[in-house]
């Protein structure tokens, strides 16, 4: 069965510093696909990022990386730099290939005070 | 854009009433999802739907049911609402062709059952 566990339920950084959100997935399949979502004050979640297991390089946007590995089965987020407009829960989630939903970790409170 | 749009941002009902919750996308999209998310558990499926007339269980399909009567058009129905259904219900939609990947949200309703 498929799953997604954020360990860190919540994270209070100081602007400028940078930070880590953590995401451990578990799947059978050998193709599968990795999210991350952000949902600020205003409830919307927004689509951050996808990626395919078969691509484990590396991706950066701006102060935003995402750091992929299949060995340790993780897809870690991190935000350099962080600013009071990067506040919001943070999701990760997987979708198995074939057709399934997204599963959905339980989110990260991230908290950035100026 | 793709715009996904909810009928009320804030519901409040009471226990045993009939409760309607719409959900519209304006991008053709063929998958759409309902999710409700309370505090500690992240967001959990309720039901999705990859067509017209076509429905899925999702994870917590209990007292819930739905109805895609249009394309663009996802609707999630509480037959007799309890205090337990108490949360945010948040709507999503997917093109059928991107793995049910990359999903995009409305801004949720809060939904407070007395």
């Known amino acids: 069965a498929q799953k997604v566990t954020q360990a860190q339920t919540e994270i209070s950084v100081v602007e400028k510093e940078d930070v880590t959100l953590d995401c451990v997935y578990e799947?059978?399949?050998?193709?599968?696909?990795l999210f991350w979502y952000k949902q600020p004050p205003s409830g919307e979640l927004v689509f951050l990022i996808r990626?395919?297991?078969?691509?484990?390089q590396n991706e950066i946007s701006g102060r935003y990386s995402w750091n992929f590995q299949k060995s340790t089965s993780s897809f870690n987020f991190t935000i350099t730099a962080s600013q009071v407009v990067d506040s919001a829960v943070y999701f990760c989630?997987?979708?198995?290939?074939?057709?399934?939903?997204?599963?959905f970790g339980k989110g990260t409170r991230l908290s950035v005070i100026a | 854009d793709v715009k996904v749009t909810q009928s009320s941002r804030y519901l409040v009902k009471r226990t045993g009433e009939k409760v309607f919750l719409e959900c519209v996308q304006d991008?053709?999209?063929?998958?759409m999802f309902w999710y409700r998310q309370d505090p500690g558990l992240g967001l959990r499926l309720i039901y999705f739907?990859?067509?017209?007339?076509?429905?899925e269980k999702g994870d917590i399909p209990e007292g819930y049911s739905v109805s895609r009567e249009k394309k663009e058009r996802f609707s999630l129905i509480l037959e007799s609402a309890s205090t337990n259904q108490t949360s945010m219900y948040l709507c999503?939609?997917?093109?059928?062709?991107?793995?049910?990947?990359?999903?995009?949200f409305g801004p949720g309703t809060r939904l407070t059952v007395t």
């Open positions: 999503a939609s997917s093109l059928l062709g991107q793995q049910w990947g990359e999903q995009y």
């Open positions: 799947t059978r399949d050998t193709t599968y696909y």
């Open positions: 990626r395919n297991s078969f691509d484990e």
């Open positions: 989630a997987l979708s198995e290939a074939g057709n399934t939903p997204l599963v």
């Open positions: 991008m053709d999209h063929e998958n």
């Open positions: 739907s990859y067509d017209v007339k076509m429905k």
